[in-house]
């Protein structure tokens, strides 16, 4: 089990950038994957960007292909959401997510943090 704290949300005008952070707890923390989700009011949360245990793999919805980045330091035990280009539809509560290697889903998650793009 492993315990998710996320920061770095907040208010952006559209066009503007932000970088969430997911910090883990545990010595454990290669052991998942890792991934991103954000779920908009009255909306089911989605899918957003995932990345494997060691970094090699990398997946993002074709809504924020080519404007979010997911990445992870290990020896921090973080994992990062870097969003440029913000539109005023990323408006939403982003959640990290982890899972354990070799498993299909996401058990563990933080508490989300807001994101509101402004047009």
């Known amino acids: 089990q492993v315990q998710l704290v996320e920061s770095g949300g907040g208010l952006v005008q559209a066009g503007g950038s932000l970088r969430l952070s997911c910090a883990a707890s545990g010595r454990t923390f290669s052991s998942y994957d890792m991934g991103w989700f954000r779920q908009a009011p009255g909306e089911e949360r989605e899918f957003v960007a995932s990345?494997?245990?060691?970094?090699?793999?990398?997946n993002y919805a074709d809504s924020v292909k080519g404007r979010f980045t997911i990445s992870r330091d290990n020896a921090q035990n973080t994992v990062y959401l870097q969003m440029n280009s913000l539109k005023a539809e990323d408006t939403a509560v982003y959640y990290c997510a982890a899972k354990r290697r070799g498993t299909l889903a996401y058990n563990y998650w933080g508490q989300g943090t807001q994101v509101t793009v402004s047009s």
């Open positions: 990345i494997t245990w060691n970094g090699v793999i990398t």
